[in-house]
């Protein structure tokens, strides 16, 4: 039986919708203005994020998401040219669990001695440089502290040729710090699942099995670094010419 109250209801219901969408384009419209396009931004990489998956995809697919996670993390872009949509839904302790490991990648994708990089880029490595030694303190002292002996000794080593003038201590050779390995076991595999997830939209299990290694450019000189990745440097080396 139709009342007149449920006549009403629906009348205001059908009303309702029409007006909506106006509605709800003046709603964005306000938002866009007052938070400016980073929110908008921030916004919309949720939206795309959380249309992949409700669950964080980092750590099996058992824990609800409420953060989103862009990975590769923004750090390792340059020049903020990072690619869109590579934004994920993530716990809130897979999405923080990986700031140090984040930041190290960021360095370490700076670390191209050929690459003349602009100052602007220098000073945010450099940032990432001094709150990873707030994390582990004594990182930088490790990482800069290799002796003059311990220098000659290295560039012996890899066959290194000084220029005219320059001394074993002027190498640019550091150190990896032991706690640089504990970061990238937790970088690499979390590249690995989002791109995994990217690309076959399964998340991967919670007790997945992965392998990975890590190389410096110093094993490039020693001739450690397979053939398969030294040819893809060939290659990015050609298109970035
Ligand atoms: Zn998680």
Redesign the pocket.
Known sequence: MVTKDSVYTRLGAVMWSIAKPQLRMKTAQAYCDAMGQARVKDLKAREIAFAKSKS?I??GGS?E?TTVDHYPPRAVFHDNRWPEGYVFP??V??NSGSREADNWAGFLSMMDPNIDWPDSELEKNVKRLVSLDRASPGLIKEFFGTSAVEKKSMARRLKMERARGETYADLPLVKIPEVAHEWMSVFAPKLTKALHFEHTQRIPPSNVGLNYWWYTNANQLEGKVPQIINAWFEVIEFTTK
Do not use: G, I, T, Y
Request: glycine share 0%; proline share 0%.
């Open positions: 964080c980092f750590c824990v998401a993530a716990c302790n897979c």
